[in-house]
């Protein structure tokens, strides 16, 4: 028998009355419950609401053991060297069970899940990302499939406002060479269309110092603004996917604010567990990471932060009954999905505090154990890093011996299979054009990632690769 | 007449000849028979149980072999991802979607696009409306004309992507209770003309194949010619929950875009749906833009970013559990709509009320009027029933409030008017036992003298 609720039905009529004419009785039973809703949110807002354990590591009394981590993902392929979390990301076992429990208690009856759990499990998750990446407050967290996702609805609230005027056509919008290929198509497919003027920061690769950024930068806003338009929108990596770099966002937002660039548009997918993501002091106006990279979510689920908050004004594409009611509400319902990985999210931050320090006791131990690891790759192949280590993360790109001539995006994406298929080595290989003048230069680069369920035996089953194929007088076009 | 009415016997449309297809096959009645009432009574075990679930048309159901192949895909999927990325996603999506092509007799593959569900669906066929009249086609004065309870989310993507760029709404009134599509016609023709008032240009109209609250099957075909022969734009036909449901033949129809969700009537796990757009050209998009944009919605729609798939992937699996009931998805559509007739005839025989529609003009839905002396007298009374029933009886059923018209032919009982109904619906796993327990639970009601608004709060 299904519990008896304990609701007033004041909220109900007041927010039935709020919402004007309801045309059908669904909509008026999914007001009331959001009456409810909007009181805990109320309440969460102003207290720390939940109920679980402290963000911040707790002191542990027993740190999570090898034995249990290796237990905890027993179900990724044994016989692969894993180095490529950045893709796709990992999830733990008992994630997954917990996720699995939910879309259970959703099937075993939808309406009560609808109506009852849902949506104070979304405040949930999104009260404790706003703890997590230091958001002043919680209206400023929305929740959404990914960063993909969090580009469509920002540039489409750029789109309107060149399309109403807001924004001059010719007025441009900045964004690095290095973007991911999902964010330029976004950006052409909102902002071109819609009159802007897309410029493109020339970033450096190899890169040796936070100063290369900068200056490329300085150069693209100067490109921006002349002939006397604006810079209307800068979207700023956090950690480039492709080559992958950390950005110095902190510094590059502040030269925005000083050039006059309207907003700030942080696409840090990569980062929640990988970097510092502190909204506060980043300061940008918005940012988007997944969680299911870098924070063990399953896929997928990432936080879109707008430092306006329900005054950003921004939409989710996909328009439901919720729409007008803020970002937060509207992604909270797209349409009968599963949303099942949405939920979680107390469950990842108890997964984190089961090893020692927490999610920066990983994030520290995954960018020593990726440097390491990638220090060693270099020194047996002979080549160098993409970038210093303090510019890296967990992950950093590795120079393949240029004598395996890789000599395209083809070619790159070849040896990538090729490494899969013949030694079991999962990692995104990068083609590196050689620059006018340079000869005989490395030109393909391995993005290795460390994460809490790698082994060392993994970057030596890579290297023992690429010294086989090396062996063998190997070259990419035998590949064909 | 319905189409799901038609004699289906001597062509199976799933088996539609073309050999580039992943072809659904008919059950080989020499060897297996039909699903057996208690494998069914096990393939949906992890319903809760005591539950008399008579609302299968909000969130649908999904069998356990279905959902098994599911999580078979997202294992895959965790173990390698790359691998899967690389070398399954697609295969799998093509062929999930060349069943469908079958299933909805779509002309080619490249017509058919999987989404999330029928409010991506509706997103992704507004923007393409906003971005044309962008283009500046549009007049002041033309308008897109849907009806009046056409479903909520489709409303406000409409204030979200019409609204703005100025076009006007046109709502055409559903007569409910319905007596037959001739009513339903004459309102439409009625909302066309008000849409063309002042020299202005239909650009879309927007057609609901079965409303969803009212629950209604609504003459399509007849709609749509009309539509043409009035000149209207584009036709959007809203089929939420139609696949499975009833027959669906999309070139048949006729309509520029077509939706229906998989997982209402289909027995997908949450979330998939089907759009069929007429034209494959490159002009229309999926909001969430990836590596993909430009190539053609379908490839689009197959990739917006990192996420579970796996919904997406197991149409052929849905096709081998409707195939071991007999008569496959036809069998299927037949006996629910039996069902829920014979059902909604049992109920409004015991409460002295009526059916909101004819039974030839509804699926697997019915709405059957409650008695009048529960005074159903606005929303909320819908919704404290609602929820009454579920807290105290285990019924999950959706009422609705239907405002009287105020003339003669405003529905009655012995005791007043009828402005109540609830809409039943009947899926595989449904027993007799569910729709007594309702009749019974209202009977209570009455006995004990109960109206909506005295009902307990929660």
């Excluded at chain 1, 060392?456 to 190997?474: E, I, P, S, W």
């Excluded at chain 2, 039909?34 to 809760?48: A, G, N, W």
Aim: charged letters at 20%.
């Amino acid at each position: 028998m299904a519990r008896k609720k304990n609701i007033s039905l004041d909220n109900k009529e007041s927010c039935i009355r709020r919402q004007g004419t309801v045309n059908n009785c669904e909509d008026a039973y999914k007001n009331y419950h959001r009456s409810k809703f909007c009181k805990l949110r109320a309440m969460a807002s102003t207290v720390d609401h939940h109920p679980h354990r402290k963000i911040t590591a707790a002191e542990n009394p027993k740190p999570i053991t090898p034995a249990e981590i290796e237990s905890e993902f027993s179900h990724h392929d044994a016989s692969v060297a894993r180095i490529n979390n950045g893709s796709f990301g990992c999830c733990p076992a008992s994630i997954l069970a917990a996720q699995h429990r939910l879309y259970l208690a959703f099937l075993r009856q939808p309406d009560h899940f609808y109506f009852t759990h849902l949506f104070p499990a979304i405040l949930r998750s999104r009260t404790l990302i706003q703890h997590l990446v230091n958001a002043r407050h919680l209206d400023q967290i929305s929740l959404v499939d990914n960063a993909t996702t969090a580009a469509a609805i920002v540039l489409q609230h750029a789109a309107w406002s060149f399309r109403e005027g807001r924004f001059r056509k010719g007025d441009a919008v900045l964004m690095l060479h290095y973007a991911y290929g999902a964010v330029k198509k976004s950006t052409e497919a909102y902002v071109a269309r819609a009159g802007g003027n897309v410029v493109e920061v020339r970033l450096p690769f190899p890169v040796t110092s936070n100063d290369e950024i900068v200056s490329e930068f300085r150069k693209a806003l100067e490109r921006g603004k002349s002939h006397g338009r604006r810079v209307r929108l800068a979207v700023i990596d956090h950690v480039t996917s492709m080559p992958c770099v950390v950005i110095p966002v902190r510094e590059l937002i502040q030269i925005c604010r000083e050039e006059g660039v309207d907003e700030v548009f942080v696409d840090a997918a990569h980062s929640i567990g990988c970097t510092d993501v502190d909204m506060e002091e980043i300061g940008a106006d918005f940012y988007t990471s997944n969680l299911h990279k870098w924070f063990f979510c399953p896929p997928s689920i990432a936080f879109l932060y707008a430092r306006k908050g329900s005054a950003s004004e921004l939409h989710h594409p996909v328009v439901s009954h919720e729409y007008g009611n803020g970002l937060p509400m509207e992604s909270a319902w797209t349409g009968t999905r599963d949303y099942s990985a949405h939920l979680v999210v107390p469950e990842a931050v108890e997964f984190v505090n089961r090893f020692e320090g927490g999610i920066d006791g990983i994030k520290k131990r995954n960018h020593e154990g990726v440097v390491a690891m990638g220090e060693m790759l270099v020194k047996a192949w002979g080549t160098h890093l993409g970038c210093p280590p303090h510019m890296c993360c967990s992950m950093v790109m590795v120079g393949m011996p240029p004598c395996l001539g890789i000599g395209s995006d083809s070619d790159a994406l070849k040896l990538r299979t090729h490494l899969r298929d013949a030694f079991g080595v999962e990692v995104p290989i990068y083609y590196r054009p050689p620059q006018e003048g340079e000869v005989g230069v490395v030109t393909g680069y391995a993005r290795i990632s460390y994460q809490v369920y790698n082994k060392v035996d993994d970057y030596y089953k890579f290297r023992d690769a690429v010294n086989q194929l090396v062996q063998n007088g190997f070259t990419c076009d035998l590949l064909d | 007449m319905t189409s799901y009415m038609e004699n289906d016997t001597d062509t199976h449309r799933n088996g539609a000849a073309d050999s580039n297809h992943h072809t659904a096959k008919k059950p080989k009645l020499t060897t297996l028979l039909p699903i057996s009432e208690p494998l069914i009574h096990e393939e949906f075990s992890h319903h809760q149980p005591g539950v008399a679930r008579l609302n299968n048309g909000s969130f649908g159901s999904c069998p356990r072999s279905v959902l098994a192949a599911q999580s078979a895909w997202q294992l895959r999927f965790l173990q390698q991802p790359d691998d899967f990325f690389f070398n399954k996603l697609s295969p799998a999506i093509l062929r999930s979607r060349a069943a469908v092509r079958d299933i909805i007799n779509a002309e080619h593959v490249d017509h058919v696009s999987l989404v999330d569900n029928a409010t991506t669906a509706a997103a992704i066929v507004l923007q393409q409306l906003s971005r044309r009249a962008a283009l500046g086609h549009f007049n002041r004065n033309d308008t897109v004309v849907m009806f009046h309870c056409a479903y909520q989310a489709v409303k406000k993507s409409i204030e979200a992507y019409v609204t703005p760029i100025g076009g006007s709404v046109v709502e055409v009134q559903l007569p409910f209770p319905v007596r037959s599509d001739d009513e339903i016609v004459s309102e439409f023709k009625k909302g066309l003309e008000k849409g063309k008032l002042n020299g202005g240009k239909v650009r879309l109209a927007i057609i609901d194949h079965i409303t969803s609250m009212p629950s209604v099957v609504i003459p399509v075909r007849q709609l749509i010619k009309i539509c043409r022969e009035q000149g209207v734009e584009q036709i959007f036909v809203d089929g939420a929950h139609a696949i499975g449901s009833l027959r669906i033949d999309v070139k048949e129809i006729g309509a520029d875009f077509y939706v229906s969700n998989l997982y209402k009537w289909f027995f997908s796990p949450p979330s998939v749906a089907v759009l069929y757009c007429k034209d494959n050209s490159k002009n229309v998009h999926h909001p969430v833009v990836s590596q993909e944009y430009g190539k053609g919605l379908p490839v689009e729609s197959a990739w917006v970013g990192m996420r579970d798939y796996s919904s997406h992937l197991v149409v052929p699996s849905i096709l081998e559990f409707v195939n071991r009931f007999e008569g496959g998805i036809e069998g299927i559509m037949k006996r629910n709509h039996d069902g829920v007739v014979k059902m909604g005839t049992m109920l409004k025989e015991s409460w002295g009320t009526i059916l909101g529609s004819p039974p030839e003009m509804c699926a697997s839905m019915i709405m059957v009027g409650l008695p009048s002396r529960l005074c159903v007298m606005g929303d909320d009374d819908a919704l404290r029933l609602r929820s009454y029933l579920r807290v105290y009886h285990a019924i999950e059923v959706p009422v609705y409030y239907q405002a009287l018209r105020n003339d003669d032919r405003d529905p009655r009982d012995k005791d007043g008017f009828i402005t109540g109904y609830v809409r039943i619906s009947h899926q595989v796993y449904n027993t007799i036992d569910d729709y007594h327990r309702l009749k019974t639970a209202v009977n209570q009601l009455l006995e004990d003298g109960k109206v909506c608004s005295g009902l307990p709060k929660e």
